[in-house]
């Protein structure tokens, strides 16, 4: 394509040549856009009226690069960024990134380890943390690039880290304001414990698996009974090491008279007490539990009722402590094994029996976690969760689709105590500062070694060593990342934002929470107001073509750079968009990106045709000409579309508005108006109304179609731009209106529409070859018969191109051709005359085995369905397919019948219905 007009800069110079080429018109535009779209000014009129749309891109980790699901979701943002910016509104899109504590120092401690046989405790931590952020530099940077190149447009000078400076400096205060509200506290408590990382992890970011495993019975010796045995059993027979009591049922015949006596733990000899406990189910299994507080989060609770010691008999590193005596040393798998071997050798295994349960894993790890007794430090969640609730059961905020909502209430309905520190080196440093007695105190601002201790007034000698947790910074992020603690402009005025697009499976690790941080720090604010955003959109998950999510462990993950290279970006987002249904889990093949790039092509040959052959040489008039039915008709179609478009795209159903635009663009638009009109663009026609409409719905197409495919709209809009004369760069571009109304012409040019198709599938049905012309007969019915005779009579050149037709006859006296075949619609009887076009007997011999094949599959889905033993035995949906299957063959002998009959020797014609 190309363009008269005189551009601002030569990035706005459309591509030259017929074919269009993503790899160079899509950067062109990226940086235009950097430099002259995408900055948000709190100072614009929109903004000082309050007609902002602001959106916080999700941070992806530092831990690798953008995967499908990343680009799925940068896209949906992108779709309503642009949306809203072409309604007026000032938009603001923030990008950035987070640090991702726990997953990025597991996947650098693991390089440093395969590369160089280097462990961090021997690096130091100054050491170690330089080379996370070299690693936090190249994929950071890697994560922005892809982003770019997508076409995402986001405020780049707004681009965010999780632990930049002012970042950093808000969850300081965030931390400082929740201690000295008590919100905050440090105890001993049984957590989740990784022992390949070392570090605790909260329940949120452990995942349970289903493996086989064993479950041993163990039997304890009652003191002072010999022979005497309880037998309790387990599946981690190494935790008997820290056992401080056994539980019974009270009323239990079998042991309630051991309750309050003592039983000799196997292979360490310590006494531990028999206790009395109503919550033990006395029918099941032994009737007897082995109580570990130190290792089980049951047994710590009934610990605590029964003042039973907590011990541990691990390190931090899952290695036998000294509580384990021999088997002092051995990691928790060996340990396991001689434990089992010696309880064997003394005759205290009572059996062993092969069981598969669910084992709780680290999410980063993969390994086992172990619930072990570790001083940590807490937030009290239940004072922050009640207005979190508040804002989704009041309809403040809304989480779409709506089933989403109940995992978001049930988890703040039952929500436990937040464990926030982890026992790792990259990540915010806790700012807490201790004493000589180990007094803790928070602070704003470091406290040097040997400054007064605020509390106490003692000299300060260490900070906590700990770090927070991911989440305690990104909770932040929908206020932080606007200046927060500060009163900045921009805080006043882009918070809160509108909308927020994520994974079902951050609801409550990062939604949930990010809603209780608003209410609870946006403290200057009503509280209506305090909600980070107003929209919770939890978007598909990206699927690979069978079903699977895509990980680097199957090697099935995509690569969107990869994607947009080989098919462009817009290819890529219009894909994605098309194919996700709300809530629905995308199921992608990569060959399905073909059809985003065919699509983006055929626009842009669209839009080519209409510029060479419709605009070149001519100027808009000021007055607006006649317009004929077909130009009437895609009006009224084109405002149709544009309505079902932007309600669409307002109610966040982004899949009907990508198949809408679609649908309109390549079967209304090209394969129907542009045929329609190609008669009236011929050289020397002065056709005022068809070139008026074509600028029109083409500039209307390119809009409703931007915020999906932004690259290739932008190009033909500036290609338009000497017929259009909007300066304006597309992306800021009014969205506008459509109005325009004529059911009378949908109608007329509808039933013009249905002669061609009839035609269509009449010539295909009776195998008359492409290169034949056939006579077609239309034969009106009823009250239909003057409102067709018109459209069919003026746009008689066309129907015939597009049906193949050498002859078309509209009349309500006429008779069908002798040999015919003929569909019945509505308002007409359509005949196509088959004399001489094709060869009767043959095509008679074909029907003839088409007919036997189907009756033969009919036969047997009925035999099939008949017999009871498949009936109720099968699936359902076996059942109903076979169903299905047999009402679709029974319509296709139906069809075959009629057309057998139309070509029955001698027989006189007559119309068939169907089609």
């Not at 021997?122 to 890697?142: C, I, N, P, S, T």
């Not at 542009?674 to 197409?701: F, M, N, W």
């Not at 051709?817 to 088959?834: E, K, T």
Request: glycine content about 6%.
């Amino acid at each position: 394509m190309t363009s008269s007009d005189t551009p601002r800069n030569d990035a706005e110079t459309p591509a030259e040549g017929t074919r269009y080429d993503p790899q160079t018109v899509e950067p062109k535009w990226i940086e235009v856009w950097a430099a002259e779209v995408n900055t948000a000014d709190a100072r614009s009129p929109a903004a000082r009226a309050g007609k902002t749309f602001t959106v916080m891109i999700p941070p992806p980790n530092v831990t690798g690069s953008l995967h499908m699901g990343h680009a799925l979701n940068n896209t949906l943002q992108d779709v309503l960024v642009r949306f809203h910016r072409m309604h007026g509104y000032e938009t603001l899109w923030v990008p950035g990134t987070d640090h991702a504590g726990i997953a990025t120092q597991a996947v650098v401690e693991k390089k440093l380890y395969l590369e160089r046989k280097l462990k961090r405790e021997e690096m130091g931590r100054e050491a170690f943390l330089a080379e996370v952020w070299a690693w936090k530099q190249q994929y950071g940077d890697r994560i922005l690039f892809q982003l770019r190149r997508m076409g995402a447009s986001v405020d780049w000078t707004r681009t965010k880290f999780t632990m930049d400076e002012d970042l950093s400096a808000a969850v300081r205060e965030a931390f400082v304001r929740l201690f000295e509200k008590g919100l905050v506290y440090r105890g001993a408590y049984l957590v989740n414990w990784d022992c390949v990382l070392r570090t605790a992890v909260s329940d949120d970011e452990i995942e349970y698996v289903a493996q086989k495993g064993k479950l041993w019975r163990i039997r304890y010796p009652v003191k002072g009974e010999p022979g005497r045995f309880v037998t309790v059993a387990t599946t981690r027979p190494e935790t008997m090491l820290a056992d401080t009591g056994v539980a019974v049922h009270p009323e239990d015949e079998r042991w309630k008279d051991l309750v309050g006596r003592t039983l000799v733990l196997p292979l360490v000899g310590r006494e531990i007490p028999v206790v009395g406990d109503e919550t033990v189910e006395r029918g099941f299994g032994t009737g007897a539990v082995k109580t570990t507080p130190g290792h089980d989060p049951a047994d710590y609770e009934r610990g605590k009722r029964f003042n039973l010691p907590v011990l541990s008999m691990l390190n931090k590193d899952g290695t036998v402590n000294e509580l384990g005596g021999r088997f002092a040393g051995l990691t928790r798998e060996k340990a396991r094994a001689a434990i089992v071997e010696a309880l064997e050798a003394e005759g205290l295994l009572d059996g062993v029996t092969d069981v598969e349960h669910n084992v709780a894993v680290s999410d980063r790890s993969k390994s086992s976690i172990e619930p072990l007794i570790s001083e940590q430090w807490f937030v009290r969640m239940q004072p922050l969760a009640v207005p979190a609730i508040d804002a989704v059961k009041s309809g403040r905020l809304r989480i779409v689709p709506e089933r989403w909502t109940k995992v978001y209430l049930d988890w703040l309905g039952s929500v436990r105590d937040w464990c926030i520190s982890r026992q790792l080196w990259w990540g915010h440093r806790i700012p807490v500062w201790y004493d000589e007695d180990g007094v803790p105190a928070a602070s704003r601002t470091d406290l040097a070694a040997g400054a007064p201790h605020p509390v106490t007034g003692k000299p300060v000698v260490r900070q906590d060593e700990d770090v927070l947790d991911t989440w305690a910074s990104s909770w932040l992020w929908p206020f932080a990342t606007l200046g927060w603690p500060k009163r900045t402009e921009d805080l006043e005025t882009f918070y809160p934002t509108q909308f927020l697009s994520t994974a079902r499976d951050i609801i409550y690790l990062w939604v949930a929470r990010m809603v209780m941080a608003g209410h609870e720090f946006l403290d200057h604010l009503p509280p209506e107001k305090r909600n980070p955003f107003a929209t919770c959109y939890i978007h598909a998950t990206v699927l690979d073509a069978q079903g699977r999510r895509m990980s680097k462990s199957l090697g099935n993950g995509i690569d969107p750079i990869d994607v947009i290279e080989q098919y462009g970006a817009d290819a890529m987002r219009f894909t994605l968009v098309y194919l996700t249904t709300e809530g629905q889990d995308v199921k992608l093949d990569p060959k399905r990106f073909e059809m985003g790039r065919n699509f983006v092509n055929k626009v842009w040959n669209a839009a080519r045709f209409v510029q060479t052959k419709a605009l070149a040489g001519w100027s808009p008039s000021a007055s607006e000409p006649e317009l004929r039915l077909e130009d009437r008709w895609i009006r009224a179609e084109f405002a149709k579309t544009h309505e079902t478009v932007t309600r669409a795209i307002r109610e966040h159903r982004f899949n009907v508005a990508a198949e809408t635009i679609y649908a309109f663009t390549w079967d209304t638009f090209c394969d129907w108006y542009l045929e329609l009109a190609k008669p009236r663009l011929e050289p020397g026609a002065q056709d005022e109304s068809v070139r008026g409409t074509l600028l029109h719905v083409l500039c209307g197409i390119v809009k409703l179609l931007h915020p999906v495919a932004p690259h290739v709209t932008e190009e033909v809009w500036a290609a338009l731009r000497p017929w259009h004369g909007d300066p304006s760069h597309l992306a800021k571009a009014a969205w506008g209106e459509e109005t325009f109304r004529d059911d009378e012409a949908c109608a007329s040019i509808g039933a013009v529409q249905s002669v061609v198709r009839a035609v269509r599938n009449l010539r295909k049905e009776s195998g008359v070859s492409d290169k034949a012309r056939v006579d077609v007969r239309v034969i009106p019915n009823g009250a239909a018969s003057a409102s067709l005779v018109e459209p069919l009579s003026n746009l008689e050149p066309q129907v015939l191109r597009l049906a193949l037709a050498s002859s078309l006859k509209v009349g309500r006296d006429l008779a069908p051709p002798a040999s015919n075949a003929s569909q019945v619609l509505p308002f007409a009887d359509v005949c196509i005359d088959l004399e001489g076009k094709i060869d009767v007997a043959a095509e008679r011999a074909r029907l003839d085995k088409e007919l036997a094949k189907a009756e033969q599959s009919a036969a047997a889905s009925r035999a099939k369905l008949s017999a009871e033993s498949f009936v109720s035995r099968a699936k359902p949906e076996v059942v109903q397919a076979e169903r299905d299957r047999l009402a679709e063959t029974e319509q296709r002998l139906e069809r075959l019948r009629k057309l057998r009959a139309q070509l029955t020797p001698s027989a006189p014609a007559s119309s068939a219905s169907g089609g």
